[in-house]
């Protein structure tokens, strides 16, 4: 087996990740369109709103096909309008950028979302990371059980984590971490390090 065939079946597959959240969407109810989530000032509608750009933004980063979905900078705009069609359309969505996040190419040289340039393989492990924080918000908010992968967990948890060279650094695009007791199941520490308290309820 060559090395490039190695390089590319250690790829994230954001698959896992998007169907988990697909199982979300499909458990939300109606009357929980406008209920709390874990982040400020978005509702579950907005929330679900929130992953409808992301999961085109990332679909076009991915075949790094730029445009005004890749050129806005997150929290710029308010999200788009919930579609009436979201139930079915939006899990098509996320099919597909996981789709594209399959295709090795995505993950070389430099690409775009939400405004910023990064390398792709960073960038793509941004839009993981995305799915599997939002996720949590979308269970979380709607009373519903989380089932991420594993490899999903180690990964969000390896990009969210202070750089060994300068624990300071973090984006711009997460708040203050949250602390969490010595042991805490990985899932806790993800979402510790995203800048949310596990222990949130409505």
């Known amino acids: 087996m060559s090395s490039d065939t190695n390089s590319h079946a250690s790829l994230p597959d954001l698959s896992a990740a998007a169907a988990e959240v697909t199982r979300l969407l499909e458990g939300v109810r109606d009357d929980q369109l406008d209920a709390p989530t874990p982040c400020p000032k978005y509702p579950v509608r907005d929330l679900i709103s929130h992953v409808w750009g992301l999961s085109g933004a990332f679909q076009d980063a991915a075949r790094k096909d730029f445009g005004?979905?890749?050129?806005t900078p997150p929290g710029s705009v308010p999200p788009p309008e919930l579609p009436?069609?979201?139930?079915d359309s939006l899990p098509a969505r996320l099919a597909a950028m996981a789709e594209a996040w399959r295709d090795p190419a995505a993950w070389e040289g430099d690409t775009r979302a939400g405004g910023v340039t990064l390398p792709a393989a960073v960038m793509g492990r941004v839009g993981l990371d995305e799915l599997v924080v939002h996720g949590w918000d979308l269970a979380k908010a709607t009373g519903q059980a989380y089932r991420p992968a594993q490899c999903d967990l180690e990964e969000?948890?390896?990009f969210l984590a202070p750089s060994k060279d300068d624990p300071s650094a973090r984006s711009e695009a997460f708040g203050p971490a949250v602390a969490v007791p010595e042991g805490a199941p990985l899932l806790d520490r993800v979402i510790g390090m995203s800048g949310r308290d596990p222990a949130w309820t409505p």
Not at 84 to 87: S, V
């Open 68 to 71: 005004p979905s890749t050129s």
């Open 156 to 158: 969000s948890y390896a």
């Open 84 to 87: 009436a069609d979201w139930r």
